[in-house]
């Protein structure tokens, strides 16, 4: 084996600069040559690939995004174009690849290694949403994206006696949520994982004020529904002078926590290793703190990503 | 003099604290207390007035929000409520008063002035939209925080080749939206105070497609229009896979900057100085990187916010 | 039982008032008081306890340092003092203790439990040292810090092709160490666990330079040697223009990181929970991602905390 | 005019990026090439000049350090070296240059002026120590990072009862001590211009624990000792538990804040205008919030830069 390819695809996450400096550094220090594809399956396809040399790799371990781009690229399920995307591969002289992204991502490396070619894959993605691991590149620093911004809105909350309802990202996974509204102090989590009780929701609120304490915060998975039908649901149950905040795109960016870059660090070189050994269709990830590879196929098919929803049973003891 | 009153009105702004803090501080160096009125103007005629303690006072120059909470209380604009409210200052033994906020709640302290009892204005909002001031206390604060988060969307629109529509505060007033706007680079700046030309903007866009730079970045203050409503406007322009964010209430929150606690500490202790020489009636501010002392009524009723629209001038020379 | 009672000794570390307010709040969902030792073993024995209401704990789950404070008291080790102890907690009505702090803090758990004083400590330390736990409140948060201001260092290298020597803390584990180093791409991570080579570190740096990389970073536990000793020694072994900075107490300092404060809520929380099964004597951690309840005799005599020595291995593979 | 040029030189500060992609920026849209001299007066000696073109310029304006690189070159200072700078501009049809950095980087600039080479200073350097503006681009941020890291070590200070001695930069200019110790509600600032009192100090700290707040903390410059020189000798005047912390060249690293973001984009697009206009010769800068423009030689020769020490009069009014 001589060089590896690496791509990003799907929605960007922090970290990924990580994994693409990773796989190419642990590359270069087994003697291989690391190739970029840009844009995705959609650069595989067209041939957009070039080194990673110093120049690009300087400093991106710290960065937002991905240096290599991302593009929606449906076609790339026809086994027309993962065949293109092969051949483009072995003109570059690239003998294995390394694909960094969510679970959609991850077909593509499974096709392609059946087809002969070795592909493994990264979890990326700041949802948690990825059966075959615990967490996911992306999900520490999105959490603390979120986190800061309703540390922000709480100042607000307590000086005017508000009510904010802050939805954070997560179409089918609660984690997102769960972690944030905990760390936060979240006065309830409303995740899709679970229905919620607005009627219970409010009594919580009054028994609040009643209490002494006249701010509230929710924290809502966009799984679920917008913060304003959410705010507009709860008005009907109480005045608790509401503001639904979106905090929308802005949990994808900014530079990666330690946590991430470590675990894209880890999971860049793991994938490096085991591509060397001659293995392909992994989808790596980490389950009781252990660096794991699952096969694509039986991971997608046969698992779930498991929201722990003990974090729910937990928030409502020690909220006030 | 023995004692000084200090309450915030209006929206909470970063350095509304330190401001608070300075005024005590200030006042104990000269020999008087310091009480502080929760919940601004009404907690004033309610007489919610407590001694501003080592206690209260420690670590607070750092926390956003305000410690004496902040509440509507329109009623404060009849005479029978000022009456009322200078009654509760003096129960307490208090002297004169500093008033943390916009420009609605200088009347409250022009009010009280000509009933009498001396009452200085600190601006304290984040829209930097108040006459007789260069800079309001928390504009450099949000400022900062919508920079932060426009950054960590800049990373997604470089990685995915879209175009963020970003609105930010400011109803009447664009002055957060052209210093976030230079701050990160924006392809056009969305201002109350100039016209927008759609196709201008789209055009923009469009060369920069040709010219080789695939995401963009408007920036809009929410005086305009909501981003959703510009987004929807901007697409029947041309497709830049545009996507609405509203940064919101987090724009409000957080540590303040440097700058804001510096300032926020300047006018806290000059208000008490002046208090001290018998003044009132006054509102503080700085001009041309002076501190200044204007009067209330002349400063509402004659003055306005200036926009520095050079700014809008530079933007168009420096946007790619 | 009716009321718990909490305090923090040792070294402070962010999380520890997340913590503090988790065993309050779930304390408080039982049906159960909670009251607050300040400054540590010295003010339980001196009796300076209050009760923790709304007003302590509201917003302390986002704040640095322990709102109880804490303070050395060696004496404690002595049985009469551990009874004077126990005397001041049942004035108070205490029926059960929470120790949030190091393994020396545990000592004091344990002996209170043999007293008959039920006790359970809770690892806070910003050095993940602690047997019986692969992580500790304020590890994660400590290295966040470490990376935030080694990716500043980092722009002045290579901005000016100088070599930085940063010492973080850590003085029997390179945990912080490792963390820093991998997260900000560290050229050498020096601990404790493992013993340097200083030619080899001086060839690597030289060989960077051939290859065009003219800037580089060595990560230094300060159990090792101080980074000025260490810049002294590698100045002997070429020319890097070097320079030695040390992070010192800053690590220790600001809002706990998402991660921190889940954690830090998931042991008070279980703390509470272990107390109110009539259970005593035992260190919380957690083992393979899930939470777990050890002896304290057990753990400290029988175990030592495991630097995962695989991070540096996986160094020496990504590192340019 | 076709070309122009641009370096930076002396020490890194943030925004200097800011302010290279403005010149750049400002240029293209006048219909002039922007070319970076990498390496500063050494570069341009050797010719190490390249087209600064989009791919250069994307993002940088959030970045710390300088792109172009900095390095020392005091050979600089003779004319042979200055002719041979001018010899290699000429190679690459460069007309005028901009020149980022330190008063020591105006020489260079007045010279190349003088041989009849326009050229025009950008003061870039975070001590605001340079003469003819208020302030230079770096300071804001830099402040920034010192009160992020003095916010840190208020709470182990707070915690542990302990003062902190904390040594920031500026070896002529007590700037960023007063500005830093200002926002972190220090006990004492100790600067260059001002002679301390150590007794004085002393006697604060004491009195302060009589009025029961028992952390301390001291900023004191660079320019007139270490911090663990004057934490020895403040330790003979009494037990305050001090300990002494150097923030160092974390001060100079990391993203700028919007104010040296915007600040340095005035400057960069001021100079180009300028140049183009013909001039050359000159120092921007800011005086009483207003952009100016002075002539070097006059401006070094006859002006020096003034602290504000109004700011340490205030500091003894509001600090507890």
Redesign the interface.
């Known amino acids: 084996m001589k060089r590896i390819g690496i791509l990003?695809s799907g929605?960007?996450a922090?970290g990924m600069n990580?994994a693409i400096?990773?796989v190419a550094?642990?590359a270069?220090?087994?003697g291989l040559e690391a190739y970029g594809i840009n844009y995705g399956y959609k650069g595989l396809v067209e041939g957009n690939i070039e080194l990673l040399d110093?120049d690009r790799?300087?400093?991106i371990?710290?960065?937002?995004?991905?240096i290599l781009?991302?593009?929606r690229f449906p076609e790339f399920a026809e086994k027309e174009y993962q065949i293109k995307g092969i051949d483009q591969l072995k003109k570059f002289g690239i003998d294995a690849l390394v694909v960094i992204g969510g679970d959609g991502s991850y077909h593509g490396a499974e096709r392609l290694t059946q087809h002969g070619f070795n592909s493994i894959g990264i979890p990326g993605t700041i949802d948690n949403d990825i059966p075959g691991t615990?967490f996911t590149v992306g999900f520490?620093s999105s959490?603390?994206?979120?986190?800061?911004?309703i540390?922000?809105?709480?100042?607000?909350a307590?000086?005017?006696?508000r009510t904010?309802i802050v939805e954070v990202m997560g179409r089918g996974a609660g984690d997102i949520a769960l972690?944030?509204g905990?760390?936060?102090?979240a006065d309830a989590i409303v995740i899709p994982e679970h229905k919620y009780d607005i009627q219970a929701i409010a009594d919580k609120l009054n028994k609040n004020r009643e209490?002494?304490?006249d701010h509230g915060l929710i924290v809502i998975a966009e799984g679920v529904m917008s913060a304003q039908n959410f705010k507009e649901e709860l008005d009907q149950h109480g005045d608790f002078d509401s503001?639904a905040?979106?905090?929308?795109?802005?949990?994808?960016?900014?530079?990666p926590?330690?946590?991430d870059?470590?675990f894209a660090?880890?999971l860049?070189?793991y994938a490096v290793r085991l591509l060397l050994e001659g293995k392909g269709g992994l989808a790596l990830g980490v389950?009781?703190?252990?660096l794991i590879a699952t096969e694509i196929i039986d991971t997608l098919e046969n698992h779930k990503h498991q929201t722990d929803l003990s974090?729910l049973e937990?928030n409502?003891?020690?909220?006030?």
């Open positions: 990003t929605g960007d922090q990580a400096r990773a550094r642990s270069n220090s087994a110093l790799l300087d400093g371990i710290k960065r937002g995004g991905t781009y991302s593009a615990d520490d959490v603390n994206v979120a986190v800061d911004s540390d922000k809105l709480n100042d607000t307590t000086s005017h006696q904010f972690w944030a905990i760390a936060t102090g209490n002494g304490k503001r905040v979106t905090l929308a795109h802005v949990q994808r960016g900014g530079q926590t330690a946590k870059r470590v660090t880890q860049g070189d389950h009781n703190n252990k974090l937990l409502d003891r020690v909220r006030f």
